[in-house]
């Protein structure tokens, strides 16, 4: 039997688990109040509706959330690749009404797995091009485009009776350190970062968005202390009117759980105004991650909150107010889902990404079966980076290799070259950061010396210096993107010229 302070804890908890199937720990909890679940890649399987029937068994008003961006970021799509387009794709294209499909489609797969929260979408304005964490997961670079952008998917999920939850507050546009694995720190001048930075947040919360998401970013004019645990800068929110349900990012990222630790993480962001607390995928660990990793993630937080309330140091009137904020969420999302209609409005996906991708240099030429050499950066904990479905869509039966440039020689690296060019089809470099891995740049131009009727397909940020072969421009990482890079690669499908490069 739970205590009292540990059932006020689980109305702000938001944990992940292991597996496909519900863990008799989180049926236990979820009938004595846990607020949800939140669902990663290898929570999916064939029977994930069945499994958020259980869920919602164990009780009705769970909220159920999955990272749904579309492009690079998919976990409804984590073993085949997004089959829809991506932030910067269309951003790229700035066609309001393509945005708001998309994210009328997003909801409409997330209510179909029983869903109804979406972590998305990324309010992030990308101002830095070498950011490891965002880049395409942004609609771009400039406030104003992604401000309208992120209010046309905010309308399109919330639409389709689902939650939006905007991120990552106030902005992880401008960083150069992934907060899965350290602590970043802004240090823009405070005057820019408002204008920019924030500003997309705002439009949003204008737009009546549901929820949230904070960031694990240091902005030293606001305090020493990460956005997450800090009261002023979440603070901020409430002052412009939001609320709302505001949701930590993953407590088990690093920047929270070398730290302070998930438990104090817990009870240092409800004492700063956070209402729903993200424990995250129990295995980001890796290796090191426990067979019962997902429980021991759970208790840590739920312990912390419990401290607390028992030391002083958080008060209980704080948490009550926190689950009342969840409640009245998943009250209204359940009343949504009870009227909701299905709309019968056809969604292209494929015509969407045909008018984003494009080339520069020469148009080449029609090819006959594509070599592709993958020498994109290594997956990280938000993206999949390396995920073997984006080579696999272009490649199709194909040659193809992945070659990590980061930790191979040049010698091999030029041995892999060769060997692309002695296949069957015009050899393809599939890369993802042209302009901030010098690594990825010098394998182009030495292939261009070797095999100059190669060609490049950039699944990142398009390149602001042009590469010295053909290259087809995607913006996502994604299968379909692939799929119709491939298409225009064999000449099937012509896509416009990019007069100038992206800024």
């Avoid at 019968?344 to 996906?349: I, P, R």
């Avoid at 039966?397 to 060769?418: C, I, K, T, W």
Wanted: aromatic share 4%; glycine share 10%.
């Amino acid at each position: 039997m739970s205590s009292d302070l540990e059932r006020l804890a689980k109305g702000v908890l938001w944990p992940g688990f292991l597996g496909t199937a519900a863990p008799a720990w989180l049926l236990d909890e979820l009938r004595d109040g846990l607020a949800g679940v939140v669902y990663f890649g290898q929570n999916v399987g064939d029977g994930l509706l069945a499994l958020s029937d259980e869920i919602l068994a164990a009780n009705p008003d769970a909220l159920i959330g999955i990272d749904e961006e579309g492009g690079s970021v998919t976990r409804l799509e984590s073993a085949s690749g997004s089959t829809v387009p991506g932030a910067a794709q269309l951003g790229l294209l700035d066609d309001l009404i393509a945005t708001e499909r998309t994210g009328a489609e997003l909801a409409r797969r997330v209510r179909a797995i029983g869903a109804n929260v979406i972590l998305g979408p990324v309010a992030d304005v990308n101002t830095d091009p070498t950011n490891p964490v965002i880049g395409v997961r942004a609609f771009g670079a400039d406030e104003e485009l992604v401000s309208r952008h992120v209010v046309a998917t905010v309308d399109g999920i919330q639409d389709g009776a689902v939650a939006a939850c905007v991120k990552h507050f106030p902005g992880h546009g401008d960083t150069h350190v992934d907060s899965h694995h350290a602590l970043p720190e802004i240090s823009l001048d405070l005057e820019e970062f408002e204008r920019v930075h924030l500003e997309p947040f705002r439009a949003a919360i204008e737009a009546g968005v549901d929820a949230v998401m904070t960031a694990h970013i240091v902005v030293p004019a606001w305090g020493e202390t990460p956005a997450t645990l800090n009261p002023r800068v979440l603070g901020m929110l409430r002052e412009w009117g939001f609320d709302g349900v505001i949701i930590t990012d993953a407590l088990d990222m690093a920047a929270i759980r070398e730290t302070v630790g998930i438990g104090g993480g817990a009870a240092l962001a409800l004492a700063a105004g956070a209402d729903l607390l993200c424990i995250g995928n129990p295995t980001n660990p890796g290796a090191a991650a426990l067979p019962d990793q997902d429980l021991r993630d759970f208790l840590a937080a739920r312990d912390g909150i419990v401290a607390a309330l028992r030391d002083g140091s958080l008060s209980r009137e704080r948490v009550e107010e926190a689950a009342r904020r969840v409640a009245v969420l998943a009250a209204r999302l359940r009343n949504a889902a009870d009227g909701q209609q299905e709309t019968t409005e056809e969604f292209d996906a494929a015509e969407i990404v045909r008018r984003v991708v494009s080339f520069t240099g020469d148009a080449p030429t029609a090819a006959s079966g594509l070599a592709v050499v993958d020498a994109r950066r290594r997956s990280s904990l938000a993206v999949d980076s390396a995920a073997g479905y984006v080579s696999g869509a272009l490649a199709a039966d194909g040659f193809r290799v992945r070659l990590d440039v980061a930790s191979n020689p040049v010698a091999e690296q030029d041995r892999v070259l060769d060997e692309a060019a002695t296949a069957n089809g015009t050899t393809v470099l599939l890369i993802d950061r042209p302009d901030a891995d010098a690594a990825q740049r010098a394998l182009v131009e030495r292939a261009a010396v070797r095999d100059p009727h190669a060609v490049v397909v950039n699944v990142g940020l398009p390149a602001r210096h042009p590469l010295p072969l053909p290259t087809i421009e995607v913006a996502a990482a994604s299968r379909l993107g692939a799929q119709i890079a491939r298409e225009t690669l064999l000449g099937r499908t012509a896509p416009p010229e990019r007069v100038a490069a992206a800024g």
